[in-house]
């Protein structure tokens, strides 16, 4: 029988919530994993410890690199080293808010990362596919349904750096006829969501509440509304997008927009409480421009990849909510047992 050579990815930003669930999905399908990850002085690997193995396993298909986006003669030695068949260019500063605080910090890592990559790919010479994390946010402030032809209106730092990167992904596949593909991916959030994006920030606090271990939730504007689906979805619309036999760019959504407040309600009504009783408006979490609505028309992405996401709004908002109820059980253990865990609201 013929045997199948494994395929070599590599996944920036792979110990963010979407790394993981692109390592798990990858995984699955037989590949051995590269991954770039920053040094830090704590943990950072929380999300993929599960799955990576010590080396001196036979099995282990893993591999992490320390490296960072800000730095090119790094990326460009481990595309060299590593000569994937397929990057997934996931790393970035990718909080909205942040990016005011930090607008020349998310320049460099979230739009020139991207250059720096194309050029290491262009350097080197590998062959390889290449996508990248392109956002909704690019579309900004522009009307409702939005789908590939609606024009850019970026509304932050962060919008317009990604603004930047997905001109440079086109220009590259102009120009050097690389196969590099933007997914605009709408939001997706999960269990594993990092705790300061809404969703995120509403079911841990949510749930804590339930539990007595908090008493307030401040949040900033409850009328934006997201077009929010699961991440679990969204990875494998990615791969899709790489296993085309030509490079192009798609959005992905799920097709429902619904405002913070009705996230907001839906959480609490399902943990039996009355949001008003416990919400405050804080104006730090307000942004300078904010994004009003969203909605996307993923019609391109169904009918050309045949992408279809599995989990609705309500199945994601109960799965975040399960997930983070069983993870403030744990934490009211622990405190009964004599340990505090400090909650830094950010
Ligand atoms: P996330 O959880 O914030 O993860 C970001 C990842 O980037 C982390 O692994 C982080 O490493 C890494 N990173 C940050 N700065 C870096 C640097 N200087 N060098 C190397 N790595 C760096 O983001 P996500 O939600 O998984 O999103 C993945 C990508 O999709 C991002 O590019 C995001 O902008 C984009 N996107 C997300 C959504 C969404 O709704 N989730 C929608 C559209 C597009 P640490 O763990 O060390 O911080
Ligand atoms: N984070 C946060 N915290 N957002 C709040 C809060 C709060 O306390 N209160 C209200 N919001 C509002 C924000 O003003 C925004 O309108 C909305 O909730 C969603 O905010 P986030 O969850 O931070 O996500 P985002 O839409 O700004 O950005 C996410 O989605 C983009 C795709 O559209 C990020 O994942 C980006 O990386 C991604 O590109």
Redesign the pocket.
Known sequence: MERKTMKTALV?????????YLAEFLLDKGYAVHG???R?STF??D?IDHLYKDLHDPSARVYLHY????VSGQLTDMLHTIRPDEIY???????VRVSFDMPEYTG???GL?TLRLLEAIRKTGIKTRFYQ?????MFGAAPPPQSEDTPFQPQSP?AAA?VYAYYVVRNYRDAYKLFACN???????SP???ET?VTRKITRAATRIKLGLQRKLYLGNLDAKRDWGF?GD?VEAMWLMLQHDKPDDYVIALGETHSVRQFLEKVFQKLDMDYREYVEIDSKYFRPTDVNILLGDSTKARNVLGWRPKVGFDELVDMMVKADLELAKKEETLRIAGYERSNNVR
């Not at 920036?12 to 993981?20: A, L, P, R, V, W």
């Not at 994390?133 to 946010?137: D, K």
């Not at 997914?183 to 959030?189: D, K, R, S, T, V």
């Open positions: 920036t930003g792979i110990t963010g919530q979407d790394g993981s770039l990850i920053r830090s950072n690997t999300r490296g960072d986006l800000s260019h996931l790393g970035a500063q990718s909080h460099d890592v979230t990362g994390a392109s956002s909704s946010e962060y990604k997914g605009i991916l709408f939001n997706h959030e594993r969501r990092g994006f991440a969204y």
